[in-house]
């Protein structure tokens, strides 16, 4: 799909209210397109539709819960009353949840796989029947993660929701094709959003792991505005899986190339994290 220019164009972000979504949603505002913006925090969808309404784009914006299946079906339904179908559809929405997977428990699992997973077959389930009836092509794209091929430690739920987006992503990625849909599963590694500060974290201390974490995603300083030029780099190319930021492209081809060094690193840095959850729990 062309997005050099989204004039009349209509394209939908879930989680718009911050972070990825927020950057992406303006960037393809800026671009020309009119959005489809959602999000559970009123007042960052407020800030976000009156950054994009001062591009001189359109905006229907509301408050759903991408995990809540009928949530999805009245927005899919307020949306296609105003419009046939988006021409690019965007499912961002996610959280960020830190626990050994002993430590972790059921109802959270619950929480991540209805956010992470879920809210993605929901977006496309109410949206993308819609684009192939209009016939008129378009782009999918499903946020995963690096986390979506490399799998690490105290991410155990994380992990297994970005692996299920991109192998998602891939699979429906051959079924829209013979619609002219194109589909990415965007993997970015290291991106200093509000989902590491956000991020719900079990452990002997769980607030210094987020501060650690926090560190370390703001040290990289690589932003979402930087990330959705990328992203849109990645729709133009008509990407099916998009690592974007260099660790993730480096780990992309060593999971491919020489997995068990992959495996290597992410038993070396399981070892530290026990032996530092060990030294945290000691009175």
Not at 117 to 137: D, K, N, S, T
Not at 246 to 258: D, G, N, Q, S, Y
Request: proline share 4%; with cysteine.
């Amino acid at each position: 799909m062309d997005v050099t220019n989204l004039d009349a164009k209509w394209a939908l972000v879930t989680g718009a209210g911050s972070g990825i979504g927020r950057a992406l949603a303006l960037a393809m505002a800026r671009r020309g397109a009119d959005l489809v913006i959602c999000d559970l925090n009123p007042e960052w969808l407020a800030a976000a539709r009156g950054e994009i309404e001062a591009t001189g784009s359109r905006v229907i914006a509301a408050e759903v819960d991408v995990a809540n299946r009928e949530a999805m079906r009245a927005f899919a339904e307020e949306v296609h009353g105003l419009i046939p179908a988006v021409d690019l559809l965007v499912n961002n929405a996610g959280i960020g949840i830190a626990a050994l997977f002993v430590d972790h428990p059921l109802e959270e699992w619950d929480r991540i796989v209805g956010i992470n997973l879920m809210g993605v077959v929901h977006g496309c389930h109410f949206f993308v029947p819609h684009m192939i009836e209009r016939a008129q092509g378009g782009h999918v794209v499903n946020i995963s993660s690096m986390a979506g091929f490399t799998a690490v430690g105290n991410m155990t739920s994380y992990n297994a929701t970005k692996f299920a987006v991109r192998g998602f992503s891939e699979s429906l990625a051959g079924e829209l094709s013979v619609h002219g849909i194109g589909v990415t599963a965007v993997c970015p590694g290291i991106i200093n959003t509000p989902i590491v500060r956000n991020m719900t974290v079990y452990g002997p201390d769980p607030e210094e792991s987020r501060r650690q974490a926090t560190r370390t995603f703001t040290r990289r300083n690589y932003g979402p505005e930087r990330l959705a030029e990328g992203i849109l780099s990645a729709i133009q190319g008509d990407k099916i899986v998009a690592p974007i930021t260099i660790e993730a492209r480096l780990f992309w081809k060593l999971t491919r190339w020489t997995p068990g060094l992959v495996h290597w690193i992410n038993r070396r840095a399981s070892k530290r994290l026990a032996e530092e959850t060990a030294r945290a729990a000691r009175p």
